[in-house]
């Protein structure tokens, strides 16, 4: 079983390179945006800003095909008003402030921090809201993904960078780059629990049946599809295995084999015994 | 285990917000302006929540009574159902609300008095006998603890002399209605299968045995019960496990008290049928042959045949006037 691949978006350099650097990630692209991977990894570099990280996320995921288990997970700093500085949170609500509507990123596991209210802002801000904290790339991230991920795999994590007491003026990237480091086990925490998530959804199964009909008859690409289908209702409808081809001799074409084969299949009836 | 609850601002402040949340006890509450902000998003995946789904406690409005589709139930009276909630505890792979709905979390609306108002209305309009259906798109009992819901529904519903009410469900949680008179005017319709398929596909659910040990008590109290034979699959040997089945279920309950029994077959529209053999693509049970007819797929060919023979057989232990066929 092949593990769920997961993109992650960095507003900047120094908030990815913990995790590029754990990860051992190398360097894919340079422009239009920073892309490091490897087979089931890539942090895209976005630059500051919700378009920004928006473009990212279609410019990753046009890099190669989409999976129904792909992750996406957009990883930052943010300011609270409250939070300690170094302090990770999952965002359970994701708005874009001054804008209608909100996200909600499905919460399918057991966080690994505590879950805030997000608030992206076009600027930085500096007079925090009560409850919620404050970025500038979320929305941006949370509106591309909408459109070409599965909701349920889709995650923002920020780690706070600056509150009502420490201010804004501090932030620079050796600190930007300590505060990702101290958060990297949260991360991976996030990442893995997402990938137990994402192995629930069904795999696809090759059926070994296939090959030798396939080499005895000629099927169109249409008829390959039909086998392979009845294939596969035949074997979750009965543990025998499948007889040789040689049970099909009579047969003249693959036409008479999806035939005969659909007889079989349609008469056999639900066996509980063998239901998973 | 309910680890996030989302709560809709409107129903913050509503005093069975608070009873529900104390209980619960989530380790997130989560505010949201309208539910369907949080549910049936069009890139959600049911199965994938239904492993952690949330609850979400909102406000039902627009229309909370609808009449019940053609060959529901057991009654040419009016009949009407509601779902004080969307989603189920349970885990049935032939269940509609795979197809239905994207996501898995549990709605509960928590407006009860609502509702009521709504029954009330409804039932004024004739002194006919009004049937109430609970238990169309939730089970009615699973989440009673949490929700309350039997014994808030049975007391109003006792106050209206014409409402008769329903309450499907698979579960055990029947301690609310021994805790209270049994009501005439209330039937607790469960819904049985052979052991080996509440194993197989109805996964979560309570077992057979213990669903009948429930039914008896309940009788035992005079509650009226009905069964729900419904749907019946098409398995292996079917009439020797069938026959089996309806052996232990008469063996545990006492068959002249039942007030109704209803039986058909797995039947799905087409499109929520195609949702849920994309979602379950590994399941046997939609590898079966089906056919289609007026955009419902039939899981079973001979489905007429299957329900002929069952009722064949129940007829010889209860009043076939109390027999009813689904709509196939």
Redesign the interface.
């Known amino acids: 079983m092949t593990r769920a691949a997961v993109t992650v978006i960095c507003a900047l350099a120094s908030e990815a390179q913990a995790l590029i650097e754990h990860w051992r990630l190398k360097a894919l692209r340079e422009r239009p945006f920073r892309v490091y991977g490897d087979n089931d990894a890539r942090v895209v570099i976005s630059g500051v800003g919700s378009h920004a990280s928006a473009a990212a996320v279609g410019y990753a995921a046009g890099m190669r095909e989409a999976r129904a288990d792909d992750i996406w997970l957009n990883l930052g700093i943010a300011g609270h008003g409250s939070h300690a500085l170094g302090t990770a949170l999952l965002a ?2 994701i708005s874009h402030h001054g804008r209608d ?2 996200w ?1 990123p ?6 690994p921090c ?2 805030a ?1 997000l608030i992206t802002h076009d600027q930085a801000v500096i007079d925090y809201p009560s409850q919620a904290c404050c970025d500038m790339e979320a929305a941006g991230f949370m509106a591309a993904t ?1 459109r070409i ?5 889709v995650q923002v994590m920020k780690v706070v960078s600056d509150n009502a007491e420490s201010g804004i003026a501090g932030i620079e990237r050796s600190r930007v780059h300590a505060l990702m480091r101290d958060a990297l086990p949260t991360v991976l925490l996030l990442v893995e629990r997402l990938r137990e ?2 192995a ?3 795999q696809a ?1 090759s059926d070994l049946a296939v090959q030798p009909l396939l080499e005895r008859w000629h099927f169109t690409h249409a008829q390959a599809m039909q086998l392979r289908q009845l294939l ?3 074997r ?2 009965t543990p025998e295995t499948w007889p040789s081809h040689e049970a099909y001799t009579a047969c003249r074409d693959a036409a008479a084999v999806l035939t005969c084969l659909r007889r079989e ?12 | 285990m309910i680890e996030t609850v989302y709560v809709e601002r409107e129903v913050a402040a509503h005093p069975r917000t608070a009873r529900i949340l104390a209980r619960v006890k989530p380790r997130q509450v989560i505010a949201c302006e309208r539910y369907a902000e949080v549910f049936n998003r069009h890139n959600q995946n049911f199965r994938l929540q239904k492993a952690h789904p949330a609850l979400i406690l909102a406000a039902k409005h627009g229309r909370r009574l609808l009449p019940v589709p053609a060959g529901y139930g057991f009654t040419a009276e009016p009949a009407y159902y509601f779902s004080h909630m969307l989603n189920c505890l349970y885990d049935c792979r032939y269940c509609f609300l795979q197809g239905l709905f994207r996501s898995a979390h549990y709605v509960l609306f928590v407006n009860y008095e609502d509702f009521v108002d709504d029954i009330r209305a409804q039932c004024a309009t004739s002194s006919a006998p009004c049937w109430l259906f609970s238990g169309y798109d939730c089970d009615s009992l699973a989440l009673n603890p949490l929700t309350e819901f039997a014994e808030f529904f049975i007391s109003a519903c006792a106050g209206i002399p014409n409402a008769w009410l329903e309450l499907r469900s698979k579960s055990t949680q029947i301690r609310s209605l021994l805790a209270m008179p049994a009501m005439a005017r209330c039937v607790c319709a469960f819904s049985l299968s052979p052991a080996a398929v509440v194993d197989a596909f109805e996964h979560r659910s309570p077992s057979l045995a213990a669903r009948l040990a429930a039914i008896a008590r309940l009788q035992d109290q005079g509650w009226p019960v009905g069964l729900r034979f419904d749907p019946l699959l098409p398995v292996a040997d079917f009439e020797a496990v069938h026959s089996a089945f309806f052996d232990t279920v008469f063996a545990a309950i006492d068959a002249a008290r039942l007030h109704s029994v209803t039986l058909g077959v797995l039947r799905l529209p087409r499109d929520q049928a195609r949702t849920i053999a994309r979602l379950y693509a590994e399941e046997s049970l939609f590898a079966l042959a089906h056919t289609e007819q007026d955009g419902m797929v039939s899981f079973s060919p001979d489905s007429s045949a299957l329900v002929d023979w069952c009722v064949d057989r129940l007829s010889r232990r209860i009043d076939p006037a109390r027999i009813f066929r689904q709509a196939a």
């Open positions: 359970a609500r509507g909100a909600y499905s919460l399918l596991f057991t966080p505590a879950a209210e909408a991920a599965g909701g349920d795999l998530v994402a629930r959804l069904p199964s596969q209702r035949r979750l409808l299949v349609d008469g056999l009836p639900l066996p509980t015994a063998i239901a998973p």
